[in-house]
């Protein structure tokens, strides 16, 4: 059995460890934490349980907590029958654990789909909806995305149909959204407050369909967009804009491809990138030759060779300045997993290690023994806090873990 994420079977994407992360030893880490013993991160059982076939999704760090979704199922007491259904879950941390675990109810379409706006959670769909995530760990009330930017999307010449909000900033002081459907793409607001054809003013008409489209605000107040265009599976080419902010014309464009599909460490199985925001915005993804980031300022700078010894994932990048901080993965179903927090320059340079676990074992019965199945991995302001789903045992599902790893 093969562990995935979120549904994707993880060596759907095999690079190896460099030496820098390869030496994942009780010595890397006790140098790491100062000379003394470090102490080590403790994985803890939470109150909840997954199949593994459900969703299991990182929605990431928003009014103090950790945020996540899960998919159930609901019985529909009309029927008897059960349907697809949903819960958010957030936590905090405390003295290196998770602690006050709650839930909320929401539909399946939130754990699909939705997306983290700040302190909001955004649904996307044929009328997109928003809701804060509260600071006592629920989901408040859903209402309209104020001023439907959908709808002025629409209403551009080149739409195609249908378009939801797939991303959003705030920049001078307004929430700019990211509008696409299938090939079209456009921007709203302006100052203005009209919608901006992207698709027919950034180069070629696009000709395949979008994904990971993402919006990001540099330290500079720049304002950044990035998506990736379908070339051939599993190849995607990346794209990365710099947009006027006042008008969301765009400045400046950068292709670079083609890198592999879903190998960016992102909420979901499909995401190709994690977008990280500082000095400037710069793109996290993986390739057949590694690990890298790019800023379309030059070549993109690898931060892990490939290496077809080991089996590398990349669960999350984050943004450590001046530091690019990265959470991955190595091993086997087989011989279980290693799970690492490497740190390095602002690109991702000179990565060392800052922290790492062995993923635990499940023993759900006296004869049987499972390792993990999906690993996911969410950044904090001073940690990064890393998922484990085990397969069923039999007709039972297995509790979710989870580890702190400081750094």
Not at 160 to 179: E, F, K, M, N, P
Request: aromatic fraction near 6%.
């Amino acid at each position: 059995m093969r562990p995935r994420i979120g549904g994707a079977i993880l060596n759907s994407v095999r690079i190896g460890l460099g030496t820098t992360l390869v030496a994942l030893t009780a010595a890397a880490v006790m140098a790491a934490g100062g000379g003394a013993a470090a102490a080590q991160p403790q994985w803890q059982v939470l109150p909840l349980k997954t199949e593994s076939s459900e969703f299991l999704r990182m929605l990431g760090w928003a009014s103090g907590r950790v945020w996540f979704a899960v998919s159930t199922a609901v019985t529909d007491p009309s029927t008897g029958f059960a349907k697809p259904g949903g819960q958010v879950w957030s936590a905090r941390i405390q003295a290196g654990r998770l602690t006050s675990v709650v839930h909320s109810p929401v539909s399946y379409d939130v754990v699909a789909q939705s997306w983290l706006n700040g302190s909001s959670l955004v649904e996307p769909g044929k009328a997109s909806t928003t809701a804060p995530l509260l600071t006592n760990g629920r989901v408040g009330a859903w209402t309209s995305i104020p001023g439907d930017p959908e709808q002025l999307a629409r209403a551009l010449p080149h739409s195609q149909g249908l378009g939801v909000v797939q991303s959003a900033v705030t920049v001078d002081g307004r929430t700019v959204w990211a509008i696409g459907s299938g090939s079209s793409l456009a921007g709203c607001c302006t100052e203005s407050g009209e919608a901006t054809d992207l698709t027919t003013s950034i180069g070629n008409r696009l000709k395949f369909n979008l994904y990971s489209v993402r919006l990001g605000v540099d330290a500079h107040q720049r304002l950044w967009l990035a998506w990736t265009e379908n070339q051939r599976q599993p190849l995607v080419m990346l794209h990365l804009v710099q947009l006027d902010p006042a008008a969301l014309s765009p400045r400046s464009s950068k292709i670079y491809g083609p890198v592999w599909h879903s190998a960016g460490g992102g909420s979901q199985d499909d995401d190709d990138f994690t977008m990280l925001c500082g000095d400037t915005c710069r793109l996290v993804f993986g390739s057949a030759a590694g690990t890298f980031s790019w800023a379309g300022d030059g070549p993109p700078t690898k931060i892990l060779a490939a290496n077809r010894q080991e089996n590398l994932i990349l669960l999350a990048a984050g943004s450590r300045r001046p530091a690019l901080a990265v959470a991955s993965s190595t091993g086997s179903s087989d011989h279980g997993w290693q799970v690492s927090l490497g740190k390095g320059d602002s690109r991702g340079r000179s990565l060392h290690v800052v922290g790492s676990t062995k993923v635990p074992e499940s023993n759900p019965h006296p004869n049987e023994t499972w390792n993990a199945e999906a690993l996911r991995a969410v950044f904090t302001p001073s940690a990064v806090v890393v998922f484990a789903e085990y397969p069923p045992s039999g007709r039972d599902a297995q509790p979710l873990r989870s580890v702190v790893i400081r750094g």
